[in-house]
């Protein structure tokens, strides 16, 4: 049986289409990373075609302005949960490479910084408690 982990990505849908869809998907990408056990798996079809899968649970996709989602990262990052928060700051666009964005954080002060989108993984009465009131993107 699966734990009961609810997952939520935030996004500022004044973003352009193109940058929603990035910052949706590199916030994935990392929340999958930091926890294998929301997708890690494989499975076959009747053909024997083996594909790697996609989330095993649901991907609420939410919509708060830069500021929301600022307030909402910085108040489950003082919670002391077994959970996945990956942002995504805006400053991140600028850079194209990792080894710049490895550089430049730990200059920034994420207090300071816009950020276009977050992604939390937790146990689902923490998610609730930090998104319950946001729409989806529509």
Known sequence: MLPDIRIAIV???KL???FV????SAIGIGMGAKMPLLGAERLSDRAGRTTDIVSNRPVLILQADGQTIRQIMLKALNQPEERAIVPFPGFARSLHDYADYQRSFPQRDLNEEVIDGLGLAGPAKWVRSL???LKLLR
């Open 16 to 18: 352009p289409p193109a």
């Open 131 to 133: 998104t319950g009131s």
């Open 21 to 24: 869809a990035n910052t949706v």
């Open 11 to 13: 996004v500022d849908p």
